[in-house]
C-alpha cells in the first residue's frame, strides 16, 4: 500500500513538473506588466528552415510574414485586432539588418521575455541575458539550438562580402545572447550541384501598441443597474410576504 502511494505521488509530481514546463514556454503577444498606451515589439526565429541565395531583402521579408499569418499574428490578425508587419532581420549587400528591421520600443520574444531594451541594446553586442533570446517560434517551439541566416555583423550591419545573397553568408544561432546570436560564421550558401544549405531567419515586429481597455456601453450600464434593482425588489417583496 505504502508503495502504492509512493508510485502515486511520484507520477503526480512529474505531471506537475512536466505542466510547469509547458506553462513557462506558453506564447505571449502582449508580454505582463505592459499598460494602455505602451509600446513594444515582438521577435521570432522561423519554424522552418530557407536558403540565403537570394539577395533581394523583401524575399526574406516574405517568408517571415508567411510565418507569422499562419499563426495568426500576421495580416488580418485576429490576436492583435489589426494586421502586424514582420521584417527579417537580414543584411543585404544594400541593406543593414539595424535599419530594415528596426527596433523602435523594447524587443520581446514569443514568451514574453525581454530580449532588448532599445536600439542601441540591440546592437551592443549582448543581448538581454536569461532570457532565451529568439528561441521561440510562432508555431509554438522552443529552439535550443538553431543556425540563422543573418548576413550581419554584431553592430547590426551588413557583413563585407558575407551578405544575403553571396556565395559566403553570415550565420547567427540562438544558444547564444553574445555578438553570435547574430554573428557566428561564414558559410557557403550553396554546398552542390543540387542542393542548399538551409537555416532559420530572425524576424521583428513593427511596433505595436498595447490597446486602451474596451470600454463598456452605456446601455449595458443601464441595463446591468436596472436588473439589479429589480432583484433587489424582489428579494425586499419576498421578506415581507
Not at 532599445?118 to 510562432?138: A, C, E, I, K
Not at 540563422?148 to 562580402?161: E, H, K, L
Not at 559566403?168 to 546570436?181: A, M
Not at 474596451?214 to 432583484?231: K, Q
Request: charge should be negative; hydrophobic fraction near 40%; aromatic fraction near 12%.
Amino acid at each position: 500500500m505504502k508503495l502504492m502511494f509512493r508510485l502515486i505521488v511520484l507520477l503526480f509530481a512529474a505531471v506537475m513538473c512536466v505542466s510547469s514546463q509547458i506553462d513557462a514556454y506558453e506564447l505571449v503577444w502582449q508580454p505582463s506588466g505592459l499598460n494602455p498606451g505602451d509600446q513594444y515589439q515582438l521577435a521570432f526565429v522561423t519554424d522552418d528552415r530557407y536558403s540565403a541565395t537570394s539577395y533581394i531583402i523583401t524575399d526574406y521579408d516574405a517568408l517571415v510574414q508567411a510565418e507569422a499569418n499562419a499563426a495568426d499574428i500576421g495580416t488580418g490578425s485576429t490576436l492583435f485586432g489589426q494586421s502586424i508587419i514582420w521584417s527579417v532581420i537580414g543584411s543585404t549587400t544594400l541593406v543593414d539588418a539595424r535599419e530594415h528591421a528596426l527596433v523602435q520600443a523594447p524587443v520581446y520574444n514569443l514568451a514574453g521575455m525581454l530580449v532588448a531594451h532599445d536600439y542601441n541594446d540591440m546592437w551592443d553586442g549582448q543581448l538581454v541575458s536569461g532570457q532565451h533570446g529568439f528561441r521561440f517560434t510562432p508555431g509554438g517551439d522552443y529552439l535550443g539550438y538553431r543556425e540563422v541566416w543573418t548576413g550581419t555583423g554584431a553592430d547590426g550591419t551588413r557583413f563585407f562580402n558575407h551578405g544575403l545573397g553571396y556565395n559566403s553568408v553570415t550565420w547567427g544561432s540562438t544558444s547564444y545572447f553574445d555578438e553570435r546570436w547574430i554573428q557566428y560564421l561564414n558559410q557557403q550558401a550553396v554546398i552542390s550541384p543540387l542542393g542548399q544549405v538551409q537555416m532559420g531567419l530572425y524576424a521583428l515586429s513593427e511596433v505595436i501598441t498595447v490597446p486602451e481597455p474596451v470600454p463598456v456601453p452605456a446601455t449595458l450600464l443601464l441595463f446591468g443597474s436596472g436588473c439589479a434593482g429589480l432583484i433587489g425588489m424582489m428579494r425586499r417583496k419576498k421578506k415581507q410576504n
